[in-house]
């Protein structure tokens, strides 16, 4: 028996949760070994419900952008920068990508890839597990 009010996915939903699991998974395994960047703490709680398990460090910490990226250059040789897309995210980025410059450009894709597979729906990182949990639609289960 289904057991929800969400429609079912079009094969094209489908696909396109497909590739965004694709890249999410691509993320967690960069992520053992590097930290991801966000902007604040629903971000972390999204990325850790897609199944992120290594370091991810918020931005809104206190300290000025200079200060920030000053320490994170110190303390790691690479970065993921996983800003929302829009336009505070975008100015963000374009302001940590110029100040972490050499640390970022091996996973600048994976923000890009993101951004394209939530297309127009969310601008945000945070969104990302409800706009999957639609793309994928109702899960079957077994009623008693």
């Not at 949760?17 to 691509?26: I, K, Q, T």
């Amino acid at each position: 028996m289904l057991n929800s009010d969400r429609k079912i996915p079009s094969d094209e939903d489908l696909e396109r949760a497909e590739r965004l699991r694709e890249v999410l998974e691509a993320l967690a395994e960069i992520n053992k070994t590097v930290p991801v960047i966000v902007e604040g703490k629903n971000d972390v709680n999204a990325l850790r419900r897609l199944g992120l398990s290594g370091e991810i460090i918020t931005l809104h910490r206190g300290a000025t952008l200079y200060d920030f990226c000053e320490d994170i250059a110190e303390k790691f040789p690479r970065v993921v920068l996983l800003t929302d897309w829009d336009e505070k995210g975008e100015m963000l980025y374009s302001s940590l990508a110029d100040k972490l410059r050499g640390l970022i450009e091996d996973f600048a894709a994976v923000r890009g890839m993101l951004r394209m597979l939530c297309q127009k729906e969310i601008k945000d990182i945070e969104g990302i597990p409800r706009l999957l949990a639609r793309l994928e639609g109702p899960r079957l289960e077994i009623a008693d």
